[in-house]
């Protein structure tokens, strides 16, 4: 038993050179984002091709946010089996994401303004930032959180290798994901308690940093979680 726990401890995540690195993508994100021409040029152009900033941006960080994941849970950095299709897929979802954000938005304001749901005046904005993301995550976010699950099992199941991928059967994909615990923990309790909060949050910024920030907010559940897990990891070892 103290063998075990000992090796739980030495692979707890220590400071590596890669983490340098990952502070330092997120501060220089920041630093271009606070930057008057930087951020200027960064709406022009996610105003001008919103579809190819939506795969670029979510493809990328939440491709980087599995990346940190598995640093956590490994203590050193690897790369997610099937990274290149992994990252297609989630930029795929940005895609789409540009379009659902626009798509909710738009339709509760409508709502709102045909009185079809209840608001303050001197609040209208919290309540319309709120209901957009209370909609979004009740309506939306299962279906796509499903779709993101079945990927990733098809993705692992076939160990990265596209042929093995489109071979694997449907139903060993579905036997392959833990269906009670995306229901009771992914649904039950991000959903509520993590994404409508911070979706919340997301709709009170303008529309051009909105996939962005969603984006950032899936890397950093991606690293609380991943912390949790060790912690469980840990604690049942003890």
Request: hydrophobic share 50%.
């Amino acid at each position: 038993m103290k063998e075990t726990t000992r090796s739980v401890r030495e692979k707890t995540p220590r400071l590596l050179f890669g983490d340098s690195l990952s502070i330092l993508v997120f501060v220089t994100l920041a630093a271009l984002l606070l930057n008057d021409k930087t951020r200027t040029a960064y709406v022009n152009l996610n105003s001008s091709h919103p579809y190819i900033l939506g795969f670029l941006k979510v493809g990328i960080l939440a491709t980087f946010g599995e990346i940190l994941s598995l640093r956590i849970s490994k203590g050193k950095y690897s790369m997610p089996v099937g990274v290149i299709y992994r990252f297609i897929i989630w930029g795929f979802l940005g895609v789409v994401f540009v379009a659902v954000f626009e798509l909710f938005s738009s339709g509760t304001r409508t709502l709102l303004e045909k009185q079809l749901l209840p608001y303050a005046n001197n609040a209208r904005t919290f309540f319309q930032a709120l209901y957009t993301s209370v909609l979004m995550n009740l309506i939306f976010a299962p279906t796509f959180m499903a779709f993101h699950r079945i990927t990733d099992a098809y993705i692992d199941l076939g160990n990265g290798n596209l042929k093995k991928i489109f071979t694997t059967k449907f139903d060993d994909v579905l036997n392959a994901i833990d269906w009670r615990f995306f229901v009771k923990f992914v649904l039950g309790k991000t959903i509520p308690f993590f994404w409508i909060p911070a979706h919340t949050v997301t709709f009170l910024l303008p529309p051009n940093y909105r996939v962005l920030v969603a984006a950032l907010l899936s890397v950093f559940l991606g690293i609380l979680l991943s912390f949790k897990k060790r912690s469980v990891k840990i604690a049942e070892v003890k």
